[in-house]
């Protein structure tokens, strides 16, 4: 019988061009000796891989896909390579597997069945946006994606707000980038004047910006975040 194999999750960039910078001795020697991965999508991991110069022949390497729509029965398919000794690698489009990321059912998934799930450090961008804002790390909550109907997504705003004025917490959540300006417009619109709202974009890259303002601040001088990475944090308290 074999012995199982591990399963590994292993952070990517958050921005190009800094694997250098953001990538640990830990996270290449694993990707060194690793053959099979299940990543979000299949042209990011390949251009990841590849710009570590490890020396690997990507061809070689058996990608496969997992992502919100991969059912039970396939992830099972997936996760054979485990029990015939091989490891596994998991890599998300950005940042850490398995936060805000659907690599977390493979992680259910090996605990189920006995096999080890051994995550990596490395950059994520809810984290690194928390510790740049200034804002309580005791107590947080990260909601994800709000909603992307007006009226449920001002519903949705109020509620966090009142949230983190009643529990003095922080309350952290993204949206796709294509959508980042409609969201800040949505939320200088319907937050108080003085609640504090971190802005964080484009984090690790080299016009990083993360900043905290109230929201009548903000209002004087908004960013352009169309396109660009952005976590928002708000604090209420």
């Given amino acids: 019988m074999n012995i199982p194999g591990k399963l590994y999750l292993i952070p990517s960039v958050l921005a190009e061009g800094t694997a250098h910078k953001v990538i640990t001795p830990q996270v290449k020697d694993v990707i060194s000796h690793t053959k099979y991965y299940l990543v979000e999508n299949l042209r990011t991991a390949r251009r990841y891989i590849s710009s570590l110069k490890l020396g690997i022949e990507i061809e070689k390497l058996d990608l496969q896909i997992l992502d919100k729509n991969t059912g039970n ?6 996760m054979k390579p485990l029990f015939e000794g091989k490891d596994i690698g998991i890599i998300s489009e950005a940042g850490c597997p398995g936060i805000a990321d659907p690599g977390a059912v493979a992680v259910a998934f090996a605990h189920q069945k006995g096999i080890q799930a051994v995550p990596l450090s490395g ?11 200034g804002f309580s790390g005791q107590s947080f909550t990260f909601h994800g994606y709000l909603p992307i109907d007006k009226k449920e997504l001002v519903q949705s705003i109020h509620s966090l707000e009142n949230a983190s004025k009643k529990d003095r917490s922080t309350q952290i959540f ?10 800040l417009e949505s939320l200088l619109q319907n937050l108080h004047p003085e609640t504090l709202l971190c802005i964080a974009k484009n984090i690790t890259a080299t016009d990083e910006m993360i900043q905290t303002k109230r929201v009548q601040d903000w209002k004087r001088n908004p960013p352009d975040l169309h396109k660009i990475p952005t976590v928002f944090l708000l604090s209420a308290s």
Avoid: D, H, V, Y
């Fill in 73 to 78: 029965q396939e992830l099972q398919q997936l």
């Fill in 123 to 133: 950059p994520s961008s809810i984290f690194l946006a928390l510790m740049g804002s």
């Fill in 174 to 183: 993204m949206e796709t980038p294509f959508r980042n300006q409609k969201m």
